[in-house]
């Protein structure tokens, strides 16, 4: 089993920075892909980012890339997510996820562990 504990939310102005960070604790996140997810209030989870255990590998949300990084420290269990140029509509709940399968994944349902989440706000 695999704990995720997310952190580093918070408010912040638009055109802002925030940087997420999820601790892992029981069995190691280097098997693991790891994903960003958030959730605004009235609306379904959606997918930001994910990458992969072994090569690195990244896939973003259209909506977030090219101002969002996500990367990872297998070695400290940690995964992060920048956040830059932040918008209103990056308003939400962020959730790091853990998936047990070597694919980068963008569907909430593909993803076995989740983290309860942290608060961003942006304000206009």
């Known amino acids: 089993q695999v704990q995720l504990v997310e952190s580093g939310g918070g408010l912040v102005q638009a055109g802002g920075s925030l940087r997420l960070s999820c601790a892992a604790s029981?069995?190691?996140?280097?098997?693991?892909?790891m994903g960003w997810f958030r959730q605004a209030p009235g609306k379904e989870r959606e997918f930001v980012a994910t990458?992969?255990?072994?090569?690195?590998?990244?896939y973003y949300a259209d909506s977030v890339k090219a101002r969002f990084t996500i990367s990872r420290d297998n070695a400290k269990n940690m995964v992060y997510l920048q956040m830059n140029r932040l918008k209103p509509e990056d308003t939400a709940v962020y959730f790091c996820a853990g998936r047990e399968a070597s694919g980068l994944g963008s569907q909430a349902r593909q993803y076995d562990y989740w983290g309860q989440g942290t608060q961003v706000t942006v304000s206009s």
């Open positions: 029981g069995r190691s996140i280097a098997i693991y892909v």
């Open positions: 990458i992969n255990w072994s090569d690195r590998s990244t």
